[in-house]
């Protein structure tokens, strides 16, 4: 099972919780069969079979036709416009982007950081056939990206520790932090130096860099 | 990535967080 920092809280609704974390994969994977999803949540077939057929009863999934798989459905196109509208980082970042991508022929994207996961809210990608990709929604946990890190060094002690305390940092390659206190370290680098980096910490082959986008209230914001 | 092209890379990103800051009223990047 995987451990990207589900919420915890007293008031939260178990079943709903465990509908949610299914819907949650699809943001990872397009299509998902009854048993692979099964193994990944970490739950049995039955309960996650009921949760499929309700998200598909209400329009959040649909059925591949070719595969039998589950796919997103169209009801989540509406969601996902809602939230996207109101980020006004994602249309004043558009232009900046495209012409930092025409610059250094590199794929660009901003994003903000939600829990321990940093969501993309808009990508450029640069147009070489070996490129990397980045699109709208697209999370990456934050400890393991430029983004993600950039975003992290302009949270208070307080609140890294509230949402790392008690849970582990996945590691992806050996170059991943996979330590708070040595998370903690890198966080303070960043800040003396005003920019992230990544360097094959999410994916062998992959570097990224990431500096901050501060909105009117002076904090970070993507 | 060799530390030239991070070097090269830097600056271009860092003028680009700061024309976006700028746009959503922030201070520039590199003040804090």
Aim: aromatic share 4%; with cysteine.
């Amino acid at each position: 099972m995987r451990n990207d920092g589900p919420p915890r809280g007293p008031y939260l609704l178990g079943s709903l919780r465990k509908g949610l974390k299914v819907l949650d994969r699809f943001a990872h994977r397009q299509s998902w069969s009854l048993a692979a999803l099964s193994a990944e949540l970490g739950q049995s077939k039955p309960t996650v079979f009921r949760i499929l057929r309700t998200l598909e009863e209400f329009g959040y999934l649909t059925k591949d036709a070719a595969t039998g798989r589950d796919v997103p459905g169209l009801r989540l196109l509406g969601l996902a416009g809602a939230a996207v509208r109101h980020e006004q980082l994602r249309w004043q970042a558009l232009a900046p982007l495209q012409d930092l991508a025409r610059k250094t022929g590199e794929t660009v994207h901003v994003g903000v950081l939600h829990g321990t996961e940093a969501v993309c809210v808009q990508a450029v990608e640069d147009t070489r056939l070996a490129r990397m990709h980045a699109f709208v929604g697209e999370r990456t946990p934050a400890h393991a990206s430029a983004l993600g890190k950039m975003l992290l060094a302009h949270r208070t002690e307080a609140e890294l520790q509230a949402l790392y305390e008690g849970r582990d940092l996945p590691r992806f390659t050996p170059r991943t932090i996979s330590i708070l206190p040595a998370l903690e370290a890198a966080l303070r680098r960043i800040r003396e130096q005003g920019y992230a980096l990544d360097e094959e910490e999410m994916e062998i082959g992959l570097g990224c860099i990431g500096a901050p986008i501060f909105d009117h209230a002076g904090r970070a914001h993507g | 990535m060799d530390r030239d092209k991070i070097a090269a890379l830097v600056p271009l990103v860092r003028d680009t967080e700061e024309r976006i800051s700028h746009m959503l009223g922030g201070p520039a990047a590199h003040a804090t």
